[in-house]
């Protein structure tokens, strides 16, 4: 079994700072991606494997760019599971929050780009090993070390590990951790589109920031315009938010504050997979946030943090995977460098 990789000490064994820490929790699992691009599920003549889940590609994001990053999530006691262990210990994540369920499989999910554009799911859980994480079996200490604490929605769709990720969200609350929300909407896991509503609504006003797409927007609300400030403003944002952000894809960001809001242009490229440009993004913001939670206070400061966060996606989507696509500081400076010139 892999083992836990612990940030605290570098390769010397001196202790590293980890207030800057940021724990994410929920999902991973083994997306299968079609060797060849722009096809159905069913006409893919073969399928590459990638490691993925929205909150465990943010965490090997952030340490990718040289951020302090653990998940905390399960997988089956298999094949699979050890080998997405491994694979956030090689990218220097602290794993020692996963679980290993002796009675459940990994996740697995296919998943397919068409040639119209729209991605096309195939979800293998029934149950998978990530939903019956036990609130018992939570790390408590790992989570009240963090200085940022990011979660998903699809943690919250079966118990136990509702209660689990409900309860997780307490004690990062209770320790002072700021929290950190991208619903990302999987409408498939969802008994209905109401539990889906219903269930992604029902931590909105715990969350201290949020990132939605406009996608999102449309759903959450029942259909209301996206770009409407008016209606982001007052259906989305609540009175204890910091930050909203809403992503529109090749067109950049919008954010909004209680005292200023704007949008952030993208950063052009050739697109070949845009599969974890979202996970790219919210790992990118929130590896310059941990480092300052001050910054989403000075406009100017925000506007530069998101700006490098747009060029993380923007590196993510010239190459295939998520994981594998996940970028260095060193590539997100050369595209900014590129772009400005």
Known sequence: MAQPHNPSSDTNGKLKDNRSLVVCFGEMLIDFVPTV????????????????????????????????????????????????????????????GMRFDTGARTALAFVTLRADGEREFLFFRNPSADMLLHESELDKNLIEKARIFHYGSISLIDEPCRSAHIAAMKIAK???????YDPNLRKQLWPSEKAARDGIISIWEQADMIKVSED????????????????????????????????????????????????????????????????????????????????IKDEERLREALHFANACGAVTVTKRGAIPGLPTREEVLQILLKASG
Not at 75 to 83: A, L, N, W, Y
Not at 253 to 278: N, Q
């Open 174 to 180: 209770d320790a002072g951790v700021f929290l950190s």
């Open 216 to 295: 999102e927007i449309t759903f959450l609300t029942g259909g209301d315009n996206p770009y409407d400030d008016n209606v982001v403003m007052k259906k989305l944002f609540h009175p204890n938010l910091k930050l909203l952000i809403v992503t529109e894809g090749s067109e950049g960001c919008r954010y909004y504050t209680r005292t200023f809001k704007g949008r952030i242009g993208s950063v052009k490229v050739k697109p070949v997979d845009t599969t974890g440009a979202g996970d790219a993004f919210v790992g990118g913001f929130l590896n310059s946030l941990a480092s300052d939670l001050n910054l």
């Open 37 to 96: 691009s722009g096809v159905s599920l069913a006409e893919a003549p073969a399928f590459a494997m990638a490691p993925g889940g929205a909150p465990a590609n943010v965490a090997v994001g952030i340490a990718r760019l040289g951020g302090s990053s653990a998940f905390i999530g399960k997988v089956g006691k298999d094949e699979f599971g050890f080998m997405l262990a491994d694979i956030l210990k090689q990218n220097k994540v602290d794993n020692s």
